[in-house]
C-alpha cells in the first residue's frame, strides 16, 4: 500500500482516479486545487503525486517544485490535456516521472503508470538500504547452547510489530540481533535505521532523530528531513536508549503511541509507521527509581524484552566468530589468509572478554599486527589485562573478605541490581540482603 495525493480541479476526475488507486489498495487524498494540495503536503508524507497542470491557486508546475525541494524522494505524475503536451515535457525535465494525457484511458492505463513510478521509488528506497548495510557484521551466534533461546525469541518476534528492548552488557551484539529481527520481518525491504543515542550530542540528537525546518536553530539553513522520517515502512534501532535526555524521552513516546511527530521548529504533523527496537546496557529499573528514566516509556519499550547473554557465557561461539573475525581483519590489512594456532585459541578461549566481541576485535587486530607470519600464536595475542594470577603469586585473604569482594564486584558488574548480583553469585535474594547488612555494603 502506497500514500497517494491526487491534486486535480475536475470532481470527476478527482473521484475517478481516486477509485482506480484505492482498487489496488493504496491510501488515496485528494484536493481540489494547488493551494490544498500544498497544504495537503505540509501536513502528510506521501509516496506518489498525481496533479494536473492548470488548476487554481497553485499550478502542476508550483507543485511540483514544491515537492523536488522538499520531498525529493517523493514521485510525481502530471496530468494534461491534449495541446499540453510541450508543458508536460517540461514537467519531466523539472523531475516529474510520467504524465498521462486526458482523458485518461481507463483504470488499466492509470494503475501501469502509478505502479511504475510506485516501483522507482521502491528500488530507491533499496538502492538507500543496500548503501548503508554493513556486510562485515558479525554472524549473532555460530551454535552455542546459551544462544538458542534468544534466537528462538528473534524468530518469533519477528513476525510481529511488537517492539524489542534488547538488554546485555556493551558489545554483546545488540544491533546484530536488531539486524536479525528486521531481516526476517516483513519490513525486510524497507530501510533499516540505526542511531547510537550516546555518539551523538545531545543537541545535534533531536535534530537527527526528528529533522529540522529551515531557520529552526543557527546553521539551519534548509530543511532537513530526520532518520525516523526516513526509515518510513521499516525498522528503527536505537542503540544506548538510555542516554536520552527527559524531552527526548517524552518526544519519542509520543511518536511510539500515536506514530506522528514535527520537525523541530516545524508544526507540519508527520504521520510515520516504523518497528521499534531499542537497546541498553544500563540497568533501566534503577534509573526509573532515580527518575532519570521514564516509566512509562520503557513499558512501551519493554514490550519484548530480550536478554542478550556475554560472550563469556557463551564459550562455544568465541572460535567462530574469532576466525570469522580475522578472516575480515586479514583482508584489511591486505594480509593472506591467517589462522589461529591451538594456543592461542585456547587463550582466547580463556579469558572473560568483558568487552565482548568488541573487545575480541580489538584483540584478534593487535595480534594481526603483530604476527609475522599466517598463523597467530598465544604470544601476539596480547589482552589488556592479565587473567587472574597464578596460585604461585596469589595472596590470600581471609573468607569474608574474598566474600566482601565478591559481592561487591557482582554488584559493581549489574550497576547495583540486587536480583541479578544474587543470580550471578549462586545465591538468594534474601541471602544477599543480610550479607549486605552484614558487611555494610551500601
Known amino acids: 500500500m502506497a500514500r497517494i495525493l491526487v491534486a486535480d480541479d475536475e470532481a470527476g476526475i478527482r473521484e475517478f482516479i481516486s477509485d482506480a488507486l484505492e482498487m489496488d489498495g493504496h491510501e488515496v487524498s485528494v484536493a481540489p486545487d494547488g493551494d ?91 538502492e538507500a538500504r543496500a548503501s548503508r548495510l554493513d556486510t562485515s557484521e558479525p554472524r549473532l551466534t555460530h551454535g552455542d547452547p546459551r544462544m538458542a533461546p534468544v534466537v528462538e525469541s528473534i524468530e518469533k518476534v519477528a513476525r510481529t510489530h511488537a517492539t524489542v528492548l534488547l538488554l546485555g552488557e556493551s558489545g554483546t551484539g545488540k544491533e546484530v540481533a536488531a539486524r536479525a529481527i528486521h531481516d526476517l520481518s516483513d519490513r525486510r525491504s524497507r530501510p533499516f535505521m540505526a542511531v547510537n543515542c550516546a555518539a551523538l550530542a545531545e543537541t545535534l540528537l533531536e535534530s537527527e532523530l526528528f529533522g529540522h525546518e529551515r531557520g529552526a536553530f543557527t546553521g539551519a539553513s534548509e530543511r532537513r528531513r530526520g532518520r525516523i522520517e526516513l526509515s518510513h515502512g521499516g525498522t528503527f534501532f536505537l542503540d544506548e536508549v538510555a542516554e536520552l535526555r527527559p524531552d527526548l524521552q517524552a518526544k519519542l513516546l509520543r511518536v511510539i503511541q500515536e506514530r506522528r511527530f514535527e520537525r523541530v521548529g516545524g508544526t507540519r504533523t508527520i504521520e510515520v509507521d516504523v518497528r521499534w527496537i531499542a537497546a541498553t546496557n544500563r540497568d533501566l529499573h534503577s534509573m526509573m527509581n532515580q527518575g532519570s528514566f521514564r516509566e512509562d516509556l520503557y513499558h512501551r519499550l519493554a514490550v519484548f524484552p530480550i536478554q542478550m547473554p556475554p560472550l563469556r557465557e557463551r564459550p562455544g561461539d568465541i572460535i567462530p566468530i574469532a576466525r570469522a573475525m580475522l578472516g575480515r581483519i586479514a583482508s584489511d590489512l591486505k594480509r593472506p589468509r591467517m589462522t589461529l594456532s591451538e594456543a592461542a585459541e585456547r587463550k ?80 538468594g535474594e534474601r541471602t544477599l540482603y543480610d550479607k549486605l547488612k552484614r558487611y555494610g555494603i551500601d
Open 36 to 126: 490544498a494540495a500544498a497544504r495537503a503536503l505540509d501536513e502528510h508524507s506521501f509516496d506518489l503525486l498525481l496533479t494536473d497542470l492548470r488548476m487554481p491557486g497553485q499550478d502542476g508546475m508550483a507543485l511540483l517544485r514544491k515537492v523536488r525541494a522538499e520531498q525529493p524522494e517523493v514521485q510525481v505524475i502530471v496530468l494534461t490535456a491534449h495541446g499540453t503536451v510541450s508543458s508536460a515535457v517540461e514537467a519531466m525535465k523539472l523531475g516529474a516521472f510520467d504524465y498521462l494525457q486526458k482523458p485518461i484511458g481507463g483504470p488499466d492505463e492509470l494503475s501501469l503508470v502509478a505502479g511504475r513510478a510506485l516501483e522507482r521509488r521502491r528500488l530507491l528506497d533499496l
Open 348 to 427: 582466547l578461549v580463556g579469558w572473560r572478554w568483558p568487552g565482548n566481541v568488541r573487545e575480541l576485535a580489538n584483540a584478534l587486530e593487535r595480534a594481526a599486527i603483530l604476527s609475522d607470519g599466517e598463523v597467530i600464536d598465544a604470544a601476539d595475542v596480547r589482552l589488556e589485562a592479565g587473567p587472574a594470577a597464578p596460585a604461585a603469586t596469589f595472596e590470600l585473604k581471609p573468607l569474608v573478605d574474598m566474600e566482601r569482594d565478591a559481592i561487591e564486584q557482582a554488584l559493581r558488574v549489574v550497576s547495583g541490581n540486587r536480583r541479578r548480583a544474587s543470580e550471578l553469585l549462586g545465591i
